[in-house]
């Protein structure tokens, strides 16, 4: 059995599980507009924990990648190099 | 430079670009929720009024109308030839015309746009128009004419 | 998969003509090596503005009864609004930061010379632009501060010559920043400059294509060059990625507010500056003396800022020792004493007042 016919599936299903948590974390939700419409109450900015979690999926989200493609890197960079003559 | 080869000869799959597809797949999920939740028009708090001074008395002279916005709705009020006021949601209930206050014959409510007219009831008299205007209710106190919502 | 989309189109569109050609393309390899990523950053980062730049023109509205609102609405209500605008705002920052970095670099590398010649102007060019785009999306907010920099801003240029009064009233649209300014300032801002931008990014990524990065003038080159496709670009990305992850750091730790929106009639709020990247104009005013040689030393300084930039456009073609691939230590010296002055002109406008 190709390890990636489990691998995917189970990728995807962690996917899903980030954007649930994702959803779940919603802070426009959390945002308490006030009940009258105000002229210019101000700005609500997300609580600092809504923020911190964003922060952390994008930092997550951007090392991962910056992480994987420094493997490609490393790869293509070796495969240069034993071509490296002839390129 | 390596070339993937046709169908005939697949050579075996990278496993880190194999895992890099799949981590730009969860990347993008996020994205694409935060961007749809983004684009998607909010609900906005609308405080909605009971009732409105939509003129004063004389204002409205008798076999006119006047329209004006009620919670955002355009409203049609009409000083009958009887000297009774009466007031409806303007829109057609065919497409959502503002209909307008005819006088030319039989005062009636026309829509310009297909033709529909409503009788001073709201009674959809002919045209595609499928249902009566909906009415509100109007009463008149200190010589200005108050339009308010039915359940009010 | 992706072998069979690519055969595909393969056989309709000269794609692996395409592919070859770019698949030629090399990065030279030396100690500066380092500096080749600016100009990818400033393009990423472009890239941001240009999508979160579109998600805020869903909402906002460019009046000024509803502008401050609009914003409001934003950050309040729309799902995520607030990291949109924030994103928006500081890879603004980032972007003008990289473009300036990158053209220093350039500079000081002397990239400019023959035949990257028209690459230097396309980038000048597209500094200018990001200026600009600065200057216009200031504006629109509408609270106090884009307000009243707006004021000042538009009343800096007059003292050119010939051009200064009637360059302010495109600018502004009527007497007063106003209503027909806000509709100026939004039009040139997401019409006007997007496409200007787009092709000349078009001709200075093609140039960068046709001639590649240049080696620096008796800089001793390191091994063979590093291939673009795909070896130089995995390095490229993960440099975005990087730079997605600074942004996103300050976007939620520092996200951008909103001052009270805009009353033309108060004084000037105390302290008002203009955003960083004008601080250096904004500080040479302030400290020029009253007169410079008879003239007034407000109109010195633009002169000068005007003439100095003409002059940077055509750099190329003055630094003719460079173009003989010869060292031309008076211009690197230029470069630097610029880089100071713009760093300390910055630094004396933040720490006094």
């Known amino acids: 059995m190709k390890p990636s016919r489990i691998l995917i599936p189970l990728l995807l299903l962690v996917a899903s599980a980030v954007r649930l948590l994702a959803q ?64 | ?78 000083h009958t030839t009887s000297g009774q006021y009466k007031a409806f949601f303007a829109r057609c209930t065919h497409l959502g015309c503002v209909v307008k206050f005819e006088t030319e014959g039989t005062p009636r409510f026309h829509c310009n746009c297909h033709g529909s007219e409503f009788d001073l009831t709201g009674r959809n008299l002919s045209g595609p128009a499928p249902t009566p205007l909906r009415p509100l209710k109007v009463s008149v106190q200190e010589a200005a004419v108050i339009v308010s919502s039915i359940e009010a | 998969m992706g072998s069979r989309i690519f055969a595909w189109l393969d056989q309709r569109m000269p794609l692996s003509s395409i592919r070859g050609y770019f698949s030629k393309k090399t990065v030279p390899r030396h100690r500066f090596t380092f500096w080749y990523y600016f100009g990818g950053l400033t393009l990423f980062f472009f890239i941001l503005q240009v999508i979160t730049g579109i998600l805020l023109a869903l909402y906002y509205k460019p009046t000024p009864e509803q502008a401050h609102e609009s914003i409001r609405l934003i950050v309040n209500e729309v799902p995520y609004g607030w990291l949109i605008r924030s994103l928006h705002s500081w890879s603004a920052n980032f972007m003008i930061a990289c473009v300036f970095i990158h053209m220093f670099s350039v500079f000081l590398l002397k990239a400019y010379r023959k035949p990257r010649e028209l690459m230097w102007i396309t980038g000048v060019l597209l500094l200018s632009l990001s200026l600009g785009f600065g200057f216009t ?18 009343e800096v240029p007059k003292t050119l010559p010939l051009i200064g009064d009637w360059g302010v009233s495109l600018l502004k649209g009527e007497e007063e920043v106003g209503a027909e300014t806000l509709t100026r300032m939004y039009s040139i801002h997401i019409i006007v400059l997007p496409l200007i931008t787009l092709i000349t990014v078009s001709f200075h990524l093609a140039f960068n294509q046709i001639f590649g990065s240049s080696v620096p003038i008796g800089t001793k080159v390191q091994g063979l060059p590093i291939p673009f496709f795909p070896n130089f670009m995995y390095r490229d990305f993960i440099a975005w990625c990087t730079g997605f992850a600074a942004l996103i750091c300050l976007s939620t730790l520092f996200p951008l507010g909103l001052g009270e929106k805009a009353d033309p009639l108060a004084s000037a709020p105390f302290g008002i500056k203009p955003e960083w990247y004008f601080l250096p104009l904004y500080q040479s005013l302030k400290i020029a003396p009253a007169t410079i040689l008879s003239i007034s030393g407000e109109f010195f300084i633009n002169l000068l800022v005007v003439l100095g930039s003409l002059m940077w456009f055509i750099i190329p073609f003055v630094d003719r020792r460079a173009s003989r691939e010869q060292r031309s230590t008076p211009f690197s010296v230029l470069g630097i004493i610029l880089i100071l002055y713009i760093v300390v002109t910055i630094v004396l406008a933040y720490t006094t007042e």
């Open chain 2, 1 to 78: 430079m390596q070339q993937s080869a046709g169908p005939a000869n697949k050579p075996r799959r990278d496993f880190v670009s194999m895992l890099l597809g799949v981590w730009g797949v969860l990347t993008v999920v996020p994205f694409l929720n935060i961007v749809l939740r983004y684009v998607t028009p909010p609900k906005l708090n609308v405080v909605t009024k009971e009732s409105i001074r939509v003129a004063a008395v004389e204002d409205i002279p008798p076999n006119s109308a006047k329209i004006v916005r009620f919670n955002k709705e355009p409203i049609i009020v009409v």
């Open chain 1, 24 to 87: 779940s974390a919603d802070t426009s939700a959390r945002v308490q507009p006030s009940p009258e419409p105000p002229v210019t109450p101000g700005i609500l900015i997300p609580i600092f924990e809504d923020r911190l979690f964003m922060l952390l999926v994008g930092l997550i989200l951007a090392g991962g990648m910056a992480l994987l493609l420094n493997k490609k890197r490393k790869k293509a960079d070796t495969e240069a190099l034993r071509d490296g003559i002839t390129k």
């Open chain 3, 137 to 154: 999306g200031y504006l629109l907010p509408w609270d106090t501060m884009a307000y009243f920099a707006t004021l000042i801003g538009t």
